[in-house]
């Protein structure tokens, strides 16, 4: 994380709480029980005050922000106050958003440009409790997404790809276009080997050889239904070429680094780059030469 809000930067980041109602399988920064919120608060503060008045984006995120009561309402205000330009990315696992209450609350208290960001892990609800490690998940994320959608807020919804869900990509894009039309975004993203992920890493680690025909299908789906859909975190070296207009430089400057290998490549200034802080990489990068 930054010491300081940048103008025109994607790494400007409130980090709200540890605590979370899920137990992601991959977590990358794996929860805590101890609620950590008023630890946060100075830091972030002090980040908002100092920030460039211009500043045009700043991602809210844990943990579970809304877990932090009304610590998040007072972020966005003072956010949006500071920088009345500013667009918030809040990234949530939706769940809270089921609660008719807090619907209502958090409705009243967003009132600025927003984004919000809810990771839907699967189309059916044993797969994605399993991989949220939490009982229930689906049904509420789901509740949450439509409570959110018939608000009309603007929605991304993030699918993680991982060995227990690459088989069903197309399954999960049908899914979005059937039940979850009104999303802004669909975006499927690349793993952060670290936390729970690295952990893990046996039972949650699929190499993109064995998942982009079932990507593309996917990304064809949801192109053909007109919801924007983006590839986050994979590099355009383990992508068909196909796949490339899809793909964004998505990882933050501050845990982005490439590898010797990628000095010769002829993509590194259009490609993602590689999160610093994985602990393993795909064994199939390989420079591209045009
Ligand atoms: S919802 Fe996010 S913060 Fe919570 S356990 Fe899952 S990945 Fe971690
Ligand atoms: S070789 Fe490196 S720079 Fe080139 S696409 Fe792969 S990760 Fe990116």
Redo the contacts with the bound molecule.
């Keep these: 994380m930054t010491d300081k809000f940048i103008k025109g930067s994607n790494n400007n980041i409130i980090y709200v709480t540890s605590c979370c109602t899920n137990r992601c399988i991959m977590c990358c920064q794996p929860p805590l029980d101890e609620d950590d919120s008023t630890y946060h608060y100075k830091r972030n503060i002090n980040l908002i005050d100092t920030a460039d008045p211009e500043t045009d984006y700043v991602c809210i995120t844990g943990g579970e922000p809304t877990l932090s009561g009304d610590l998040l309402f007072d972020y966005m205000h003072r956010i949006w106050d500071k920088m009345p330009n500013s667009s918030i990315h809040l990234l949530t696992n939706g769940r809270s958003f089921a609660n008719a209450n807090y619907v209502e609350k958090f409705t009243k208290e967003a009132n600025g440009k927003l984004f919000v960001g809810i990771p839907l892990h699967s189309d059916n609800y044993a797969d994605h409790d399993v991989i949220a490690g939490a009982k229930g998940s689906f049904y509420a994320t789901l509740k949450g997404l439509h409570n959110l959608g018939i608000l009309g807020f603007e929605i991304e919804l993030r699918v993680i790809i991982l060995k227990q869900n690459y088989k069903r990509l197309d399954k999960i894009a049908e899914f979005i276009t059937r039940n979850l039309p009104f999303v802004a975004q669909v975006s499927f993203m690349g793993l952060e080997v670290i936390g729970y992920a690295e952990k893990n890493y046996s039972k949650v680690w699929m190499d993109s050889e064995c998942f982009t025909i079932n990507l593309a299908r996917a990304i064809d789906i949801l192109d053909n239904s007109h919801i924007q859909t983006r590839i986050f975190n994979i590099?355009?070296?383990?992508l068909p070429t196909a796949l490339w207009p899809f793909a964004c430089k998505s990882i933050s400057e501050w845990k982005k680094t490439?590898?010797g290998?990628?000095?010769?490549?002829?993509?590194?200034d259009?490609?993602?780059?590689?999160f610093s802080t994985s602990k393993r990489?795909s064994a199939n990068?390989?420079?591209?030469i045009r």
Excluded: A, Q
């Design positions: 590099p355009h070296c383990l490439n590898l290998i990628c000095s010769n490549c002829s993509m590194i259009e490609c993602c780059g590689l990489y990068l390989k420079p591209i």
